[in-house]
């Protein structure tokens, strides 16, 4: 220890040197703190594992790295946050704040809301009419009526004439065929069925025959129209159940001859009293108000005489081509079909009331003759009166031939039943007006956005159909790595919407998010600097003023740790380390060192000064003596805390690594800047004029009569502390571990609240988000097939997210597939789907799936998010899963672990790829794994790494690890403690049992050295007990008042772990206090005891030497 010795003399012959020198050195530092960062991230924590560099590549493959904001909005001056009054006050918000150019979009009800309002009314939220947007919230929110539906509200009543006779026979005809009583639709996914259900189907049941006479053609029709329509594409349908000749007698413009030769044949064939149904949409043009018929190709009636029902089944997809159900591309687009009217009618000749339908005219015979008459003035003229007498315009009958001739949606032949003037009513339902029912014709993409937009509002809609709130997430134009921009985004962001509160009246606004909580994790961490610092200031000022009186003697130690805690920050800044929630702790830590390493100085300096020594003597005699001990106590404390480097957690690793720094910043100024000063200011003073009046030092009376009592009540203390050991020792078994992110924020912070709140009143609203990564040749059936599989698993799984429909909250590119295929029948050939799996055929369909879905404008986005193409290959996709854990608390390390079991074993084969289940959840229980692994090898490698270093440094293994003792058993008590009082090892408080062996053994290696230098130069055991618990106690009491009250000031820090790790530390500076003053020396006088008799000596042989300054009676002078 000659560099001590060596230190002592400079700064006896150069101390302004030492300051200067010092000083240079803390502006150097001092010039780089205002560079340091506040920050604390998830990422910070997160371990350098597997799962976390998948996390990571899925990131940067789908650009995961945005932040979002979570809008909570809520109804105020309205019923529900659907009225329309909240709804457009909604839409007025997410314009303000799509305008800000930190925001690159968002997602809430209107993302589902807009499309319905486009397809039905082809116009935008803003601009649609509130009666449309109560319409559209309706059609979205609520699954529509499915099965056979009702048209009319009652049964239309038999009437009792249906058909009128010749006026030779006045009286009518009942024919219950031909009396309509009700009318109902039923759909799949490709037909309509439109049924009339009359009074009796007796007529028909041998053969299809018109049941009037002297009628050939007749009909059932039900008349409706498409609400849905622009006004400017105002159309009229009918659909028609017609019975009609099977053949024409003759058809005008087929030829004489050709006639003559269908008419024979027609009669050998027996064709002439024989009839066909065929099904017909009439339809009436936009501004037109004749009907006109068209044959539906695939128009289907049959009659069943059981139910006396008549079915017309039709494909959706050819009534598409009339405005009935709209197909674009992939898209189908809403009907509702309403405004119903029913009826019977038959045809007969105009003249002499003939059965009609016999004879037929080409159709382009008769519109290419309709064209030449109209091109003649006076034949034009007569023929438009003599069709102006049944009601028919020529030329609505003009326009419409050219529009159907266009499409190829006209018959080869017409009879004159095309004019439906011509027909007469035989029954009409109802008999005045209308039915208003509507029949919705939703399209299947309804149904996805359905199940989303409920996620977006709050779940007693189900019940009560008013939801108090809904839910916007705004997406930042921001990656996450830009954490100063992104806590400057956020707060705009958050003022924006402030401001913006208060101009609506039906809503009001309030915001959380992960960004949002960062910030005002970082901002809780500034907080609490302002708070620790200066309390932690106020108070060990306070003690050491108590315990010293002189100004001078408070005053270095406070200089001491404020130019520590610069050199340290200055480091942090130096390096490109952020200060982050963990590095806070520091602080304390560093200034109880720096406090601790002062007052054993002083205190020593004080005794000799009161000894009568000069100040060079004193100052020399304090860094030789009291040097050993404080280098011992560096030393041992720095190895201990680089024993965090074997963490695997980086926040751990670095808080271990700026320990050991800050520790060794105060070893320095401790032994150079404080020593310089304090002789500085006294080396001029005589030492009579410095030493204190006669008076005993009362902290050192004290600390003589607990010496005593300890000697004298051995066993006790001995027996105590094993009882308290057996007890914590069985409470550390059941200690838990917990991480979150939460924790960090006082639990009454407004943005944790909100989360909570979210939690409850949108249950299906999830984002927390785990992954299935799968990397490789992705554009394969066997990858589709392994997805499948998988979402098949997912289906029993315990903590994946539902939608409201009871489906698994997952997606994955075969969901989009799925998706896109029932959208578009066509894309079923176009992949060459199997309509069993549901799966392109081969692999070579399954890339142009992914090209033709990338390309595609309505799917492209939604795709990106899931697959990855890297030039012409697609190299890897993603199974996104929405997990919902429920109510968080300290400890789910056991659903962490349930729910990687089930996604582990949902993993299926995927082909030629490899594959990882990751997701902050998932990366949250590898932390907590490794915080409890860590914590362990951690405690094992500081505890044998400090006992070595003793066992070498006082150079026998025995007393080393009899140093160790106050350590361990302090930590299996304040282990324990924490187990009583309810903490669980977070990643603050998973740090303590190491804290507690590189703080412990400080006090351990004071009263060690203590004891070892007394007893070496008396020889006496009890006396060297005495002397070590009375002058090194009391120099280590005040250290540890100062310790543990600083510690006990995060207590009223704002964030809960520092408040633990506060309360805990300052919990085991005191086990550490009582073990080293009231168990160590007991131990170390059994050792010395037993060693003297078995080899003559305690430390060294020889006959004792007796130390300048140990006196019999242990009285001290103090100053007063």
């Known amino acids: 220890m000659s560099m001590l010795d060596k230190l002592g003399r400079i700064i006896e012959k150069k101390p302004w040197l030492v300051v200067g020198i010092i000083l240079i050195i803390t502006i150097g530092f001092s010039l780089f703190i205002p560079s340091l960062k506040f920050n604390t991230n998830f990422e910070d924590f997160a371990p350098d594992s597997e799962e976390v560099k998948a996390n990571e590549r899925i990131a940067d493959y789908f650009d995961m790295s945005s932040q979002s904001i979570i809008l909570y909005i809520q109804k105020e001056q309205a019923d529900s946050i659907i009225d329309i009054q909240a709804i457009r ?122 049941p009037f006479s002297k009628v050939s053609t007749m009909e059932w029709y039900l008349e409706f129209k498409n609400s849905l329509l622009p006004v400017e594409y105002d159309i009229g349908y009918q659909i028609a159940a017609r019975i009609e000749p099977a053949v024409p007698r003759w058809e005008i413009g087929n030829g004489i001859l050709s006639n003559i030769k269908q008419f024979i044949q027609t009669i050998r064939n027996h064709g002439l009293t024989t009839y066909k149904t065929t099904a017909y949409l009439w339809l009436r043009p936009p501004g037109q108000e004749m009907f006109f018929p068209l044959p539906l190709k695939t128009g289907n009636v049959t009659f069943d005489a059981q139910s006396n029902l008549i079915h017309v089944i039709v494909s959706r997809k050819e ?110 339902a109802p008999d005045n007006g209308v039915s208003s029912t509507i029949y919705p014709l939703i399209p299947q993409l309804f149904t996805e956005l359905r199940v989303n937009a ?23 134009n921001l990656q996450s790595g830009d954490s100063e921009e992104l806590a400057n985004v956020n707060r705009d962001i958050i003022d924006k919407i402030n401001t913006l509160d208060t101009t609506f009246t039906s809503i009001s606004i309030k915001a959380t998010g992960e960004g949002i909580v960062s910030t005002e994790i970082s901002d809780v961490a500034m907080d609490a600097m ?9 108070i060990i000022l306070s003690i050491l003023f108590l315990a010293f009186r002189k100004p001078s003697y408070f005053l270095l130690p406070i200089i001491v740790f404020v130019f520590s805690c610069i050199w340290l920050f200055g480091t942090m800044a130096l390096l490109g380390v952020s200060f982050n929630i963990i590095a806070v702790a520091l602080l304390p830590l560093n200034i109880g060192l720096g406090v601790e390493y002062s007052v054993n100085l002083l205190f020593n300096y004080r005794t000799e000064i009161n000894r009568g020594r000069t100040p060079a003597e004193a100052i020399r005699l304090s860094v030789k003596e009291v040097g050993i001990a404080i280098f011992l106590a560096w030393f041992t404390t720095f190895v201990a805390f680089l024993s ?78 094993i009882l308290i050991c057996l007890i914590m020792g069985t409470a550390v078994s059941q200690l838990k571990s917990g991480f979150s992110m939460n924790q960090f924020i006082p639990q009454d912070n407004p943005a944790l609240q909100l989360f909570s709140q979210i939690g409850k009143d949108f249950p299906f609203s999830s984002q927390d988000q785990e992954y299935i990564l799968i990397e490789g040749k992705v554009a394969s059936v066997q990858t589709l097939q392994g997805l499948q599989s998988t979402h098949e ?31 578009n029948n066509s894309l079923v050939e176009l992949f060459h789907v199997d309509q069993t ?90 932390i907590l794994k490794n915080m409890t692994e860590s914590q362990i090898l951690s405690t094992v490698i500081c505890f044998v790494l400090a006992a070595i270093m003793l066992s070498l440094i006082y150079r026998n293994p025995v007393l080393g690890l009899i140093a160790m003792i106050p350590v361990t058993v302090s930590i299996v008590w ?147």
């Open 793 to 823: 698993k997912m289906d029993d799984d315990r903590y994946v997210a539902r939608r409201p429909d009871g489906s698994t909250k997952t997606e994955s590119i075969y969901t989009i597939i799925q998706q896109v295929v029932a959208n």
């Open 644 to 721: 965090f480097l074997s963490a695997t957690l980086p926040p751990i690793r670095d808080f271990g690594v700026f320990l050991a720094i800050g520790i060794t910043y105060t070893f320095i100024i401790t032994l150079t800047l404080l020593v310089a000063l304090r002789y500085i200011i006294d080396r001029k003073k005589p030492a009579m004029q410095m030493a204190s009046k006669s008076q005993i030092s009362t902290i050192t009376v004290v600390m003589s009569r607990v010496a005593r009592a300890l000697l004298h009540h051995e066993k006790k203390v001995f027996l105590i502390t």
């Open 454 to 476: 409920l996620s977006f509002i709050s779940t007693e809609y189900a019940q009560t159909k008013t939801p108090h709130a809904s839910l916007c997430i705004v997406q930042l």
């Open 89 to 210: 006050d909604q839409y007025k918000l997410e314009k303000e704040l799509i305008a800000m150019p930190e925001i690159r979009g968002m997602v809430s009800i209107f993302t589902f809301l807009d499309p319905v309002c486009q397809m039905e009314f082809n116009s935008t939220v803003e601009n649609c009419s509130d009666e449309q947007l109560t319409t559209a919230l309706n059609d979205l929110l609520n699954e529509p009526a499915s099965g056979n539906m009702t048209i009319f509200p009652t049964d239309d009543p038999n009437e009792p004439i249906d058909y009128q006779r010749s006026f030779l026979r006045s009286s009518g005809k009942a024919v219950d065929s031909a009396d309509i009583k009700n009318c109902y639709i039923v759909k799949d996914n490709k037909t309509l069925t439109f049924s009339f259900e009359v009074y009796s189907l007796s007529d028909f049941s041998s053969k299809i025959k018109p």
């Open 974 to 1120: 304040v282990l324990g403690t924490m187990y009583f009082i309810g903490y669980t090892l977070n990643i603050l408080t998973i740090t303590v049992t190491c804290i507690t062996i590189g703080v412990g053994i400080d006090y351990a290696c004071y009263i060690t050295e203590r004891f070892r230098l007394v007893v070496d130069q008396t020889g006496d055991v009890t006396k060297a007990v005495i002397e070590t618990v009375s002058r090194t106690g009391s120099a280590v009491l005040i250290a540890a008042l100062s310790s543990i009250f600083g510690f006990g000031v995060l207590a009223f820090a704002p964030i809960p772990p520092e408040q633990q790790f506060g309360i805990i530390t300052a919990i085991t500076l005191v086990y550490a206090f009582i073990t080293s003053i009231l168990v160590l020396p007991l131990v170390l006088a059994r050792w010395a005891n037993w060693r003297k008799k078995r080899k003559g000596y305690i430390i060294r042989p020889g006959p004792p030497k007796q130390l300048d300054g140990i006196k019999t009676d242990f009285e001290y002078k103090g100053e007063q």
């Open 319 to 428: 009534l598409s081509g009339y405005g009935i159900a709209l197909q674009f591309g992939s898209f189908e687009l809403p009907t509702k079909l309403t405004n119903f009217s029913a009826g019977v009618r038959y045809f007969q000749s105009p003249v002499l009331h003939r059965p009609g339908g016999r004879i037929a005219i080409n159709t382009s015979y008769l519109f290419e003759h309709l064209q030449r008459l109209q091109s003649r003035p006076i034949l034009g003229k007569l023929l438009s009166r003599t069709l102006q007498r049944f009601d028919i315009n020529l030329d609505d009958l003009s326009g419409f031939s050219e529009d159907m001739n266009q499409n190829e949606f006209l018959s080869s032949t017409y009879t004159l039943a095309a004019f439906q003037t011509l027909w007469v009513q035989a029954d009409r």
């Open 837 to 926: 799996t549901g799966l392109p055929g081969s692999d070579a369909d399954v890339k142009c799936a992914y090209d033709y879905l990338l390309g595609s404008s309505e799917y492209e986005m939604q795709v990106s998010q899931l697959l990855h193409k890297q030039g012409d290959e697609y190299t890897a996709t993603i199974l996104r899963v929405y997990v919902d854990l429920g109510s968080s608390s300290d400890d789910m390390t056991q659903q962490f672990e349930q729910l990687k079991q089930e996604l582990n074993d949902d993993l299926s084969d995927y082909g030629e790829t490899t594959s990882i289940i990751t997701g902050q959840l998932l990366i949250t229980l590898s």
């Open 530 to 538: 302002m708070i620790i610092g200066p309390a932690i200031f106020i």
